[in-house]
């Protein structure tokens, strides 16, 4: 298997939520090498992909943790607000695994 520093494996798994979540009406403000004691950065959740303030639903603060491996495992399971443990290969492939503990609801309309 490759040897990466953790800022490399860091960096990997940053990378894989940012490109997993813009796939989705989310906008991801996660920096990459972060030391912070607390979340390592945060999601935007909107209601479509139009970025306008009013497609704004609210922010979820996320941890990610990352790890070098062989091969891929299967689940992963823990808890946390939204715990994203991010596997990376020797190759740089990553696997991404979740686990939310929140809840988000729209706004009501009214």
Request: hydrophobic letters at 40%; aromatic letters at 8%.
């Given at each position: 298997?490759?040897?990466?520093?953790?800022m490399?494996?860091?960096?990997?798994?940053?990378?894989?939520?940012?490109?997993?979540?813009?796939?989705?009406?989310?906008?991801?403000?996660?920096?990459?090498?972060?030391?912070?004691?607390?979340?390592?950065?945060?999601?935007?959740?909107m209601?479509?992909?139009?970025?306008?303030?009013?497609?704004?639903?609210?922010?979820?603060?996320?941890q990610?943790?990352?790890?070098g491996?062989?091969?891929?495992?299967?689940?992963?399971?823990?808890?946390?607000?939204?715990?994203?443990?991010?596997?990376?290969?020797?190759?740089?492939?990553?696997?991404i695994?979740?686990?939310?503990?929140?809840?988000l609801?729209?706004?009501?309309?009214?």
């Open positions: 298997m490759a040897t990466y520093s953790n490399q494996l860091g960096t990997f798994a940053v990378n894989a939520i940012t490109t997993a979540a813009i796939c989705h009406p989310l906008m991801p403000d996660i920096p990459a090498g972060d030391k912070g004691i607390s979340f390592d950065g945060h999601i935007d959740v209601k479509d992909a139009s970025e306008r303030k009013d497609a704004f639903l609210g922010k979820v603060p996320v990610v943790k990352r790890t491996v062989k091969h891929f495992s299967g689940l992963y399971i823990t808890s946390g607000a939204v715990l994203f443990v991010v596997e990376v290969d020797d190759k740089t492939n990553t696997k695994f979740y686990r939310p503990t929140i809840t609801r729209a706004k009501d309309d009214n």
